[in-house]
DNA sequence: TTCATAACTTACCTCGACGTAAGCGACTGA
DNA sequence: TCAGTCGCTTACGTCGAGGTAAGTTATGAA
């Protein structure tokens, strides 16, 4: 089952917010912009996450052979209509996730 | 970010194919129609998606105290709009992970 | 008195996601 | 000659998700 694999992709620690990030930023970013909008994320997380996503077809990578390198990721078309049904997500947590912290608490005090 | 707790839940394994097929079999089962409808999924597996869920309150267990043991599960209203935005994530796979998989071709025949 | 039953739990193990820290390559400016 | 820059990669260690298999509980049926 495809949904399967695609939330084995997007339910990893990074890849959402690495792709909102991307979006947020215009849809086109450098390696270091992207290491500073995503807080806490590492060099190396960073650069696999992107790697998975370009592989997927969801961002593009260019690479401007100048020294020090200069590498631009920008999102594509299948990246940004992933950002729909993401956005639903978004705001059913938004929405409800009170409500799950409450179900936790009332089940914890038990 | 709520987002990212969300995603981390029901990106695990078992979770939304867990609520998927509750909400299939008509929003209640037992533990085995469960396990019968989830191909794959051992006891171990089965049961504690279920705990979590419970405890997040996107289900409720109820036991019915008999020999053999009986257990239900019904999914609640919480749960039920939680498949709103899950089925928007479904459709997108639908449509686009064909994209997705020759994404994956392309950058690999390099 | 042994068996089967449903719904678990427990013990044990493996494997991969992720974090941290350091190194690297090619060039520029001081 | 040396440090700094950017975008990585490599090495190493931890931790927890998840798999497999067996045990548990109470009772009625054979």
């Known amino acids: 089952m ?3 694999e695609l939330l084995t992709k997007i339910g990893d620690k990074w890849t959402i917010l ?5 979006d ?3 849809g086109r970013a450098r ?9 806490g994320i590492s060099q190396r997380m960073l650069s696999s996450t992107l790697k998975n996503l370009d592989r997927d077809g969801l961002v593009i990578r260019e690479l401007f052979p100048e020294v020090p390198p200069r590498v631009e990721y920008e999102i594509t078309a299948l990246g940004k209509s992933l950002l729909r049904p993401t956005q639903g997500l978004v705001d059913w947590a938004k929405a409800n996730w009170e409500q799950v912290r409450e179900a936790q ?3 914890d005090a038990r």
């Open 24 to 26: 947020l930023l215009g």
């Open 31 to 39: 390696f270091s912009e992207l290491e500073r909008a995503v807080p």
């Open 18 to 22: 690495v792709i909102l990030s991307l």
């Open 105 to 107: 608490s009332k089940h």
């Open 2 to 4: 495809a949904v399967r």
